[in-house]
């Protein structure tokens, strides 16, 4: 039996992101990189408010790696 992990980001937020993305981030294939890492830091805040120190913690981690 294995575990099914959700994608952090809502239908709505995905296509949100991506009419930034497209806005903003002229090269379209960095758009995946882009939202990899913003999945990343949902699933490592948990859901929490962004503060600054949870950012820095994120950074932290990513790092190390």
Not at 21 to 32: A, D, G, I, K, N
């Amino acid at each position: 039996m294995g575990t099914t992990l959700s994608d952090p980001l809502s239908p709505q937020h995905l296509t949100a992101l991506r009419q930034l993305l497209t806005r903003e981030v002229s090269v379209q294939r960095q758009h995946s990189h882009y939202l990899r890492w913003i999945r990343q830091y949902l699933i490592f805040a948990n859901g929490a408010a962004p503060h600054d120190h949870r950012i820095y913690s994120f950074l932290d981690q990513v790092n190390q790696r």
